[in-house]
């Protein structure tokens, strides 16, 4: 093997470490239903620089480097994916959750109004 396809293979290898170092990333997202913990900031920048990335290595005809930063590329999409459809669902809920909280409250404002009113009412006619 010639010097130049042993640096091409150390970059393969180096260059797929960085999509693995994903995964277990999108498994905690998938599994929590919640991308909370993520910077949407952060993915569209990672995005940005991959692609620019990938714009260099596909000009200077950098091989090993196509592969890893397609993956990487892929799997980042994927988390601003799940981050805007859990961040979706969970901003759903806590309005669901909120008006549901309101009504309850509104419910038993109401009740403990009408039992106070029924309270006057029969204090009155006693007297």
């Not at 991308?35 to 091989?63: G, N, Q």
């Not at 999409?77 to 909280?101: C, F, P, Q, W």
């Amino acid at each position: 093997m010639d010097e130049t396809n042993e640096y091409e293979v150390i970059g393969l290898i180096g260059g797929l470490i960085f999509p693995i170092c994903l995964i277990p990333q999108l498994t905690k997202t998938y599994k929590r239903k919640t991308a909370d913990d993520l910077s949407l900031v952060w993915l569209l920048m990672t995005i940005v620089a991959l692609i620019l990335h990938l714009i260099y290595a596909i000009a200077e005809d950098l091989l090993p480097l196509y592969i890893p930063l397609v993956l990487e590329l892929i799997e980042m999409t994927i988390l601003v994916g799940m981050k805007h459809k859990y961040d979706a669902i969970n901003y759903r809920t806590y309005i669901e959750t909120y008006h549901s909280n309101n009504e309850t409250t509104e419910n038993n404002e109401n009740i403990e109004n009408n039992e106070n009113i029924e309270t006057n009412e029969n204090t009155e006619d006693n007297n």
